[in-house]
């Protein structure tokens, strides 16, 4: 990077009053190390402990800290695209202030993104986490592969870095349900991933829960791909053909071999069973209309409340 050039990190924080203060003194240095012009921009969702009131005491301290307060928690992908927006960087760096992924390896990122390429991401050698959260990831990671198609690198770290070129690109994109990953894979260029070591999370507990994540994959295999409405097609014919195949053989054993009588219990259990998969069925359409439904009203992203340290 040259003298003149902006390097801009984009920091999402919910409730991450034990981690970001260390997380900035950590990335200070390696950035007055580095000796480049750069900002912070830190995105609050919505939090009401005391991460907003810490990060602005370091505001006072550090003119190239910047803060974007959410009036409410709008979630993760919202916090992302206001940075990216907001960010003035000529390079820009997404992370998480936990410190999962390390600020000593941002110097690597910058060195292999002037190699020419246009996004950088991060993969992890291993997952440093708990058991049940790396279940949770594999299970989170595996579905979106297996149903939107995104040809997401294997073990995705949050940690990237990308050009004012790929960041302007990003901020085209208007869609409310928004995947940051399936945005950053639509958009493709020129890409690569590094290595980074990943370390355990500096304090507290993470916020983007089993729930969230899968609430995040249900959003992104509605936006990114038609296969459960193929699925379910698919399975409406199966059923249908079933069911004409089962009054055929009814029809014959009844006229030809046995003469019986049809029990109640047995046409309940099937009528049940029918409704509660066309229920089902239903469910999956009405969520694609849905989210159609919240497209079609342009709303904001996001709602912010207060700029601080941003110029008019």
């Not at 053909?241 to 055929?248: D, E, K």
Request: hydrophobic fraction near 45%.
């Amino acid at each position: 990077m040259t003298k003149n050039e902006l390097l801009s990190l984009v920091v999402p924080v919910y409730y991450e009053e034990e981690c970001v203060l260390e997380f900035i003194a950590q990335t200070t240095a390696v950035l007055h190390e580095m000796d480049v012009r750069y900002e912070i921009v830190f995105i609050d969702d919505g939090s009401t402990d005391q991460t907003v009131n810490l990060i602005k005491g370091k505001i006072i301290e550090n003119p190239n800290i910047k803060l974007i307060e959410f009036s409410y928690n709008h979630g993760k992908q919202a916090a992302v695209s206001a940075g990216i927006r907001y960010a003035k960087g000529d390079y820009l760096i997404y992370m998480d202030p936990d410190l999962q992924d390390p600020p000593h390896e941002i110097p690597r990122f910058v060195e292999e993104i002037e190699k020419g390429y246009d996004l950088v991401f991060g993969v992890r050698k291993e997952k440093k986490d708990s058991f049940i959260n790396k279940l949770y990831s594999k299970v989170f990671w595996g579905t979106l592969e297996k149903f939107t198609g995104l040809n997401l690198p294997r073990g995705l770290a949050v940690m990237r870095i990308f050009n004012r070129k790929f960041a302007d690109i990003f901020n085209q994109y208007p869609e409310s349900n928004r995947f940051i990953e399936g945005i950053f894979m639509h958009i493709g260029l020129k890409q690569t991933n590094i290595e980074v070591e990943q370390q355990e999370r500096f304090a507290g507990k993470t916020k983007f829960n089993f729930k969230k994540k899968m609430q995040l994959a249900v959003n992104a295999i509605i936006d990114y791909s038609n296969l459960p409405l193929k699925i379910t097609m698919r399975v409406g014919i199966f059923i249908t053909l079933l069911g004409l195949l089962s009054l055929l053989s009814i029809f014959i054993v009844k006229f030809f071999f046995i003469d019986f009588q049809t029990g109640w219990a047995s046409l309940a259990s099937i009528m049940i069973f029918g409704f509660g998969l066309q229920t089902f069925f239903l469910g999956i359409v009405a969520r694609y209309i849905g989210s159609i439904y919240k497209e079609v009203k342009r709303r904001p992203h996001y709602s912010i409340k207060e700029f601080n340290n941003f110029e008019e």
